[in-house]
Structures are given as C-alpha cells and as structure tokens.
C-alpha cells in the first residue's frame, strides 16, 4: 500500500512539473483597452482563434472574424458577443484555400471598415482530410493564402500604424525543409501531410521575417507566434474515430487548453515595446530562438518571390511601395474549397451589410473605388 501511495506521489508531482512548466502558458498582458481599434482574427470559429478573439473583445475592440463556414462563423459571433459584453464583434466570410476569396474578403472588408489595427493570421490545416487537390493544400492555406490577404490589407494596416500582424506558427518549424522546385506539389498520404505541415509552419516564420524587413520604418510591425502543445481541433480533427476517445483525455492532461494556446499571439498582438522584435518568433510570451533554416534571410526573400507567384500577384510589382495594392489572379484550379463564382461575400455585423462578388473583374472595379476613399 504505501509502494502505491508512494508511486502515485511521485508521479502527480511529475504531472505538476510537466503541467506549471510545459503545459501551462503564462497569461497575456499588453494593452488594457482597445476601444476604437479593430482587429482581424482568421479561424475565429473555434479553438484558439475565438478564445483570441473573445480577449480583444473583452479588451473593447472591434473584432472581425474571418471564417470559411458561415453557420460557425455567425455562431461564434453570437457566443463572443454575449461572453464579452461587446457587440462590435462581426463575421465575414474567409476561405484561405481560394485565392478569389481572399480577394473577395480584402474588397469586402476595406469597403466597409475604416481602420485595421491588428491582423492574426490563425487559420490552419494539419491535414487535407479528404480533399484532393492540384496544388498543396496545406501551403495554401497556412501560408499562400495568409501572405495574400496580408498584402492585400497593408494599405490599411499602414494608414492605421502603429499596428500589428501576427501569424501563428509552431514548434514544428523545426522540422520544416523548403524544396522550392516543389513547393505547390499535391500532398498524399500521411507522411506527405506531417512534412507538408512542417514546411508550412517553416514559412509562417519566414514570411513574418522577410515581412518585417519589408515593413521597416512604416509602424506596422509582425511576429510568428507558437501557441504550445494546445488541445484543440486542430489536434484531434483527422484522427480516426476509434482513437479520439481514447486519446481525449490525454489531451485534457498533456495539452493547453485553447485559451492557455491563445496568450503568445495576444501577447504579440498587444504587448508594449516589443516592436524593436519585429520579425521574431514567439513562444510562452517570449522570444525564442529559431531553426538555422528559420534564420535564413536568403530563403526568406526566395520564398517571398516565390509566394507572390503562387499568390497570382502581377509580376514586376515593386515590394517597396506602400500605398500599391497587389492584383492577384486566381490559379483556376478547381477547388472543393474554393467559393463558387455565384456565391456572395457578407459580412454579418450590427451596422455593416456588404455583398461582393468573387467575380475578378468586378473585383477589380471595387477596388477602384477603395483607392479612391480617403484614408482614416
């Protein structure tokens, strides 16, 4: 008897180490109040990106969700709104996999938003589930669809500075090896998708470095951020369905909860004094040290002219130029993701009511029309 109570001692005081060391994260200070900003916070449905949301919420922001399901989207809306107490919480449609709805996102929301104080780029995939596609699924959606929509709303966030991007990277970067002859190649099989995911992870950290040099002496500053082992969707999602009860409550004990996950992009995001990092990765709110192929800036910058293709952005566009909105081109692809040319952009909110075509010409005369705004 007293082998076993010795034993179980000894290992609740091993789970206390892992949990206050490993497990646990540190909690977010930063800005109080961020009444009168807005922020942006893809993936916002679930998991970390809504318990992100739901802190700048309680912090007085104006908070879009940019979501790909639109009956989750306005879920979480209704859910955010009543947690926190602030109405200023709105939906709008995003799915990173379709290069015209991102365009389609970027038109609606500069159309009806005059400010852009803090962009989270938290969507992500792990895996391609079922979906088969003609390019890399998973490079689209964690890193070619955010490097697009991040173009396309610098205007804003530059007109807006001091502000910030934040992308939520991980730990997996380690593993990341970029093969940039076959960057966009398909992804089949599990093995493919973990190093996929790696390299994606890889260039999340990239794409925040080399955005950083791009971004110096304009006020907006951007950070990768690594959430920690975090119990969420993302985790549990393509796991055959034997497995999950099994490993749900392993998760519980091992892993951070969404919101533990959600304190080192809030604290990229509203941490003052951190912009001399700019460009740094993040992890238990905190810089960290990097892989050597996460430190190279002559892989960042490949990457950053190879992404722009894989973004159809126009060739010969000048990085430099601050006030220039890039014309991306969807690749055509067929996508089980992509949104149908007959589907509508909306964004649901208390006060704004927006329907945009995906159609690109049309896109194009909008944008004509949002260059020719005032700037806030």
């Not at 076993?4 to 005081?13: S, V």
């Not at 908070?63 to 009956?71: F, I, K, M, P």
């Not at 940039?180 to 398909?186: A, G, I, Q, V």
Request: proline share 6%.
């Amino acid at each position: 008897m007293e082998t076993l109570l010795l034993g179980a001692g000894l290992l609740l005081g091993a789970y206390v180490l892992v949990y206050y060391n490993l497990v646990k994260a540190p909690p977010c200070g930063g800005i109080g109040s961020l009444r009168g900003r807005t922020a942006v916070v893809t993936g916002a449905n679930s998991g970390i990106g809504k318990m992100t949301a739901l802190e700048l919420a309680r912090r007085g922001a104006r908070v879009v969700l940019a979501c790909r399901s639109r009956e989750r989207g306005e879920a979480a809306v209704f859910d955010l709104r009543q947690e926190s107490g602030n109405n200023e919480v709105i939906f709008m449609v995003l799915d990173l996999a379709s290069l015209a709805s991102v365009q389609a996102f970027a038109t609606a929301f500069l159309s009806s938003e005059p400010r852009l104080d803090i962009l989270i780029h938290n969507a992500g995939i792990s895996s391609c589930g079922r979906t088969r596609e003609a390019f890399n699924l998973l490079l689209r959606v964690n890193h070619v669809g955010p490097f697009l929509l991040t173009h396309l709303l610098l205007p804003r966030l530059k007109s807006c500075a001091p502000s910030r991007v934040v992308v939520v990277s991980s730990a997996a970067h380690r593993r990341g090896r970029l093969d940039f002859t076959r960057l966009d190649c398909p992804v089949v099989g599990w093995q493919q998708e973990l190093r996929a995911y790696a390299d994606s992870k890889l260039a999340n950290v990239l794409f925040a470095r080399e955005l950083a040099t791009q971004l110096e002496g304009t006020g907006v500053t951007c950070y990768a951020a690594h959430p920690g082992p975090v119990n969420s969707e993302l985790f549990l999602r393509h796991l055959p369905g034997w497995l999950c009860p099994i490993l749900r409550p392993l998760a519980w004990l091992v892993l951070r909860a969404p919101q533990g996950g959600a304190q080192t992009p809030l604290y990229c995001a509203l941490q003052e004094g951190i912009e001399p990092l700019s460009g740094r990765y993040f992890a238990n709110c905190h810089v960290e040290e990097v892989s050597p192929a996460a430190r190279d800036d002559q892989a960042a910058h490949r990457l950053w002219k190879a992404t722009k293709k894989l973004a159809g952005l126009e060739p010969g566009e000048d990085d430099d130029d601050p006030d220039e909105e890039p014309h991306p081109q969807d690749s055509g692809v067929p996508s089980s993701l992509n949104v149908p040319s007959s589907e509508k952009t909306t964004i649901s909110g208390p006060s704004h009511s927006f329907q945009g075509s995906s159609d690109l010409s049309q896109l194009k005369q909008r944008r004509i029309q949002v260059k020719a705004e005032p700037t806030h």
